[in-house]
């Protein structure tokens, strides 16, 4: 089995830094693109950040210049680093990854955390 856990979230007023973790843990062989999503209120769930296992990253445009993934493969564990934080920023942040498990009866699949709330206060 394999478990994602996202925490750092919180309350931050305007301008302020937030920086999200995802540990996964399970039967684990090795993690391929790690990626963060949001949903906001009455909004569809949207990519806020990804990253592939060879480094390259991808980044919404509203969030380019603030926000930084960045991952620890020896951990299992990535991050979201979120600077200049604005009210429209709030949402729940979710992170997903494809994960290789290991055993006999190995797969790939992709799996999500159970979310971490962002409010931002004007």
């Known amino acids: 089995q394999v478990q994602l856990v996202e925490s750092g979230g919180g309350l931050v007023q305007t301008g302020g830094s937030l920086r999200l973790t995802c540990a996964a843990s399970?039967?684990?062989?090795?993690?391929?693109?790690v990626g963060w999503y949001r949903e906001a209120p009455g909004k569809q769930r949207e990519l806020v950040a990804a990253?592939?296992?060879?480094?390259?990253?991808n980044y919404a445009d509203s969030v380019k210049g603030r926000f930084t993934i960045s991952r620890d493969n020896t951990k299992n564990t990535s991050f979201l680093q979120m600077d200049s934080l604005k009210p429209e920023d709030t949402a729940v942040y979710y992170c997903?990854?494809?994960?290789?498990?290991?055993?006999?009866?190995?797969?790939?699949?992709?799996?999500w955390g159970q979310g971490t709330q962002v409010t931002v206060s004007s």
């Open positions: 997903n990854a494809e994960i290789r498990t290991s055993g006999f009866w190995a797969r790939t699949s992709r799996y």
């Open positions: 990253m592939t296992s060879g480094g390259t990253t």
């Open positions: 399970g039967t684990i062989f090795n993690i391929n693109t």
